[in-house]
């Protein structure tokens, strides 16, 4: 029935014969869109179930987090240098102004880590190329670094790394030089291509398959 139909047999209810028009009632009650539009929105205990397990997964590794001193583990970008640090035997920064990682046993020796799923670009964001100040204070999140590595992703495995090359600083600051030179604005985004890390670095991990 039509909600035409619906309405009509509603209205009709509400006068008339009392039986009638609780009969008429009944049945637009049980016709009613809304009624089954809100039976819709029901969700399966399978939807919930899974969802909940994905939260509670979560909260456990965030209760873990905090307790070696990671108040956000859902910040941007920290879950991947959490898997390169695991990879490379690295400590990863607390603190989001320092470099991504350091190593433990000396901790002077600080990296910085790119990371890119494959056919994908690594990228260093807003980098200034004037004034000169601001451009030496850009560059010094790669100068301060003792190397750089670029991390692959698997775009089906979001969490597993297909191979990681270890960059020198000078062959990165060259290219950033290089690109901020170029660059027509004053700040920019400037990116390095999985071929231009494979021929610049050395691969120091790929996945075993």
Known sequence: M??????????????GDPARRSQAQAEAQE??????FSAKQIASPNTVNYIHQIISFIRKAQEIAAQHGFKNLLQPGLVKELVVADILGHEVHKTKHEPDAFDPAHP????????CFEGGTFQLDRMFSSPSYKRATSLERITRNTAIYCAVFDKESPLDVLVIYEVPVEAMLREAGR????SRNEISH???????????GK????KQT
């Open 108 to 115: 002077e020796r600080k990296f910085e880590y790119l990371s």
């Open 190 to 200: 400037i990116g390095f291509t999985v071929k231009w890390a494979q021929q610049n």
């Open 179 to 182: 690109q901020l030179d170029a």
């Open 2 to 15: 039509g909600w035409r139909g619906w309405l009509q047999r509603f209205r009709s209810g509400r006068s």
């Open 203 to 206: 691969m120091v991990y790929t």
């Open 31 to 36: 016709e009613s869109p809304s009624r089954q």
